[in-house]
């Protein structure tokens, strides 16, 4: 899914965190999973558990465009969104979706509800980003100034 990126960059400023949610696991957590006392899994998890109300609206975090709106295995019903130069953010564990792939988003609009669908717990979204297909830690993304230090910079060294 994430092969194929925009070559222009679609996005700008820092990338917005589900709005009123407290983070339940976080990038980088090891879990184990136990079946009838024994362990049948082990796994690093990608991203952050956003929890707020239940059904809660999710918010495209960024300008971008839809390249995936279904079911993801243990994600659920899944949207992710391309912002161009290989970076994208996924969402995972919607009750419902309001857009479908294709579709052109800002940041702020409407993706859907958030849900229990795929392996989830309890009702909450699973927030990733990636870079060239690599998962990386979201925190950093919702920080204007990490973006300015680390991102913005980059691209002023790089103008004509």
Avoid at 14 to 25: D, R, T
Avoid at 41 to 57: E, F, I, K, P, W
Wanted: aromatic share 10%; with cysteine; charged share 20%.
């Amino acid at each position: 899914i994430c092969a194929d990126s925009s070559e222009d960059r679609l996005w700008g400023g820092s990338f917005l965190q589900l709005p009123n949610s407290s983070v339940g696991a976080r990038f980088a957590e090891r879990r184990t999973y136990r079946f009838e006392d024994r362990t049948v899994d082990r796994q690093v998890h990608l991203g952050y558990d956003l929890a707020s109300t239940s059904r809660a609206s999710v918010p495209a975090a960024n300008d971008g465009v839809v390249v995936f709106a279904d079911n993801l295995g243990i994600y659920g019903n899944t949207i992710i969104l391309d912002h161009g130069l290989g970076l994208f953010s996924m969402y995972g564990h919607f009750s419902d979706l309001s857009v479908e792939q294709g579709a052109v988003v800002s940041r702020g609009d409407e993706l859907g509800h958030t849900g229990t669908t795929g392996l989830a717990g309890g009702d909450h979204l699973h927030y990733s980003m990636l870079v060239n297909g690599v998962f990386v830690d979201p925190l950093e993304w919702f920080d204007d100034r990490w973006i300015q230090e680390h991102i913005e910079v980059k691209f002023e060294v790089s103008a004509p």
